[in-house]
C-alpha cells in the first residue's frame, strides 16, 4: 500500500512541475490584470482632445503651430458659433434621436425663437456681440435680423413656367433668375430685348431651345416706385418680390427665397442662370454650351455613375478667398461676425447650375446659416454637398483682363462679363448676334 502511494506521489510530482514552476506567473499575471482592469494605465482622455502640431522648422513644410483642430473658430464669431451648434444638432452621429424626431433645419430652439418674435428684430443679439455697437449699420441690419428667411412673396409671376400635366414636356432648357431692385427699370428693359429675351432662342450652334426670365426683388422703401413695379408686373409677368428690404446684406435671402419659389413653380427647368442685372451674357453661346441630355446614371449592368447632372454649377470660381477686414467697404466682415476662409464659391455677377442641383440646394440651405454676402453662401452650400463649382475662363465676373478687350472678337469669346450699362447691352448684343464673318468661329475663352 505504502510502496504503492510512493509510486503515485513520484508519478504526481513528475506530471506537475512545470505546473507548479507557473504558478507564481500566473498569480502575478492574474494579478496585474485585476490592477488594470481596476484603475487603468492609460491617461484619462480631456474631452475635446486637441492634437499637437508641429512647430516650423527647418526640416519640415510650414505646419499648424498649436493644434490641427480649429477649436478658436468656433469661438468668439457669432456666425461660426451658430454653425457650429446647427452642425451638432444635425449631426446624426452626435444625435440620432433628435434628428429623428425634427426634420432638417428646424431645431426646437429655432422654432421657439421664430413663433416667439416672428420675424422682428432680434436686439438682444447684442449681448452676444460685444462689438456691436461699433459695427456698420448694414451688419447691424443683418446681425438682428439674420434669424428670420421666411418673408412672404408681395409678387409671384404664375406663368413663367407651364402648369398642369405638360409641365414637364414644356418646362424651360434655361431659366434665367436675375437679381435687381425696383428702381432699376431701364437695366430691365434692356435685359428683356437683349439676351434676356424669353422665348424659343436660337443657340449659336442652331437649335431652339426655351427660356424664360424673372426679376428677384425686394422691397424698396420708395412707395411711388413700388406702384411701378405693379405696373411692371402686369405688362411683363417675369417679376417676383419679396416682403424684405432690397439690401445688399440681404440678397442671400434672393437665392434661399428663390430655390424655394422653382421648387414649387418651376421645377422641370432644366439649368438656371442666377446673375445681376448688370452684367452681359451671350445666352445663345450659352445654351450650347449646357451639357446635352440628363443621363440618370443607371447602367444595364445595375452599377450607377454618379450624375453629372446633381453637380453641375458653372462660373467665374473664386478660391480661398479671405474676408475683408476694413471697416467702411461693402463686403466689410468683421472678426467677430466669421472667422475662417470662405470656400471655392462662383462670382455672383453669374453662375449657372443644373436644376436638380438648385433642388439639392434648397434642402441643404436650411442647415447653413444665412451669410451675408450671397455668392458666399453658395459656396458655403455647395461644400456642404460635396460639390465642386467648375470654373470657366469665358466668365467674366472681372471684366476683361487688361487689353483683352481690345481684340478683335473679344466679345465673342466670352460667356459673360460685368459690369456693362443698358446702352453697352445693345450694342453687345447686336454686335454679337450678327457676327462678322471674321468672328463667327471665334472660340470661348480658355
Ligand atoms: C422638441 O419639441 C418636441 C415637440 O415639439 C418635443 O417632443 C421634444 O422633446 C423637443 N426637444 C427638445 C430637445 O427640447
Ligand atoms: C466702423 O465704421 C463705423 C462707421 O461706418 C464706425 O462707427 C465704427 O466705430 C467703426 N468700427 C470700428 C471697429 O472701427
Ligand atoms: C433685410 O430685410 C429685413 C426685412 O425687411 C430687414 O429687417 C433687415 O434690416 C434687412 N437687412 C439688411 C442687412 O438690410
Ligand atoms: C457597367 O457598365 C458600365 C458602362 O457600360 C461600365 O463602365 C462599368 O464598369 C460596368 N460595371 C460593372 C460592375 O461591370
Redesign the pocket.
Known sequence: MASCLCRYRWRFLFFCWPCILLLPIYIYVSLSLTYVMKHGTHPVLPIHFIASGIKLSRDLAPHPEESFWRNELNSGAIWNIIQYMTDSQQNPILNPR?LA??PPGVS?KTKRRRSRNGCSPDYEINQIMPDFLTLPKQMKDFVTSMHCRDYPLIIDPLDVCDRGPLAKSRAPTLLLAIKTQTADFVNREAIRETWGRSGRIKSRGGRQRLVRRVFLLGKSKDLRIEEKLQLESDKYGDILQWEFIDTFFNLTLKDVLFWDWFSRRCPHARFIFKGDDDVFVRTPALLDYLPAKETNGSFSNGSRQPNKMETFVLGDVIHRAMPIRSNGTKYYIPQSFFKGVYPSYPGGGGVVYSSSLAHRLLEVSQRVHLFPIDDVYLGMCLQRLGVYPIHHPAFLTFDFPKDKIKEPCAYHTILLVHKRSPAEMFQLWTETSTPSSECRNAKLRV
Open positions: 433628435h424626431a425634427n426646437n
